[in-house]
């Protein structure tokens, strides 16, 4: 459905070294970068984070999140203990969600700018 996702960021330096972090274990690299933008992606640049002027305010109750394909459930644990070594915040340990389905396996943080992700894997490890 999607081409791409862009979010806008205070300071697109410091969500590099989070994203290059919290992205690599679950397949995704920075594909392309210019002052002010990173574009992350597999094959291409689908998820892309630019400096903004008036990013988006922090909101936990707003619904909006990011989940990031996962290939499996060890990068699912990958992926948060990296977001947490790099400035993110918890939302949620690694672990089934059996609410979600008997294999959804996911964890859930919070980036440096409040956005909310989720990594997520649908195979029985």
Same mark, same amino acid.
């Given at each position: 459905?999607? &081409?791409?996702?862009?979010?806008?960021?205070? &300071?697109?330096?410091?969500?590099?070294?989070?994203? %290059?972090?919290?992205?690599?274990?679950?397949?995704?690299?920075?594909?392309?970068?210019? !002052?002010?933008?990173?574009? @992350?992606?597999? #094959?291409?640049?689908? @998820?892309?984070? /630019? &400096?903004?002027?008036?990013?988006? !305010? $922090?909101?936990? %109750?707003?619904?909006?999140?990011?989940?990031?394909? +996962?290939?499996?459930?060890?990068?699912?644990?990958?992926?948060?203990? $990296?977001?947490?070594? #790099?400035?993110?915040? %918890? /939302?949620?340990?690694?672990?089934?969600?059996? +609410? @979600?389905?008997? /294999?959804? @396996?996911? $964890?859930?943080?919070?980036?440096?700018?409040?956005?909310?992700? #989720? +990594?997520?894997?649908?195979?029985? %490890?």
């Amino acid at each position: 459905m999607f &081409d791409h996702i862009s979010i806008g960021v205070q &300071d697109s330096d410091a969500s590099k070294r989070f994203y %290059d972090a919290a992205l690599k274990p679950l397949g995704y690299t920075c594909l392309s970068q210019s !002052p002010g933008s990173l574009g @992350y992606g597999k #094959e291409a640049a689908r @998820y892309w984070v /630019n &400096d903004a002027g008036k990013p988006v !305010p $922090a909101d936990r %109750d707003s619904g909006l999140h990011f989940c990031f394909a +996962a290939p499996t459930r060890a990068s699912v644990d990958a992926f948060h203990a $990296a977001a947490l070594r #790099e400035g993110g915040k %918890d /939302n949620g340990q690694p672990g089934l969600r059996a +609410a @979600y389905g008997d /294999n959804y @396996y996911a $964890a859930f943080v919070i980036d440096p700018d409040g956005y909310r992700l #989720e +990594a997520y894997c649908g195979k029985a %490890d």
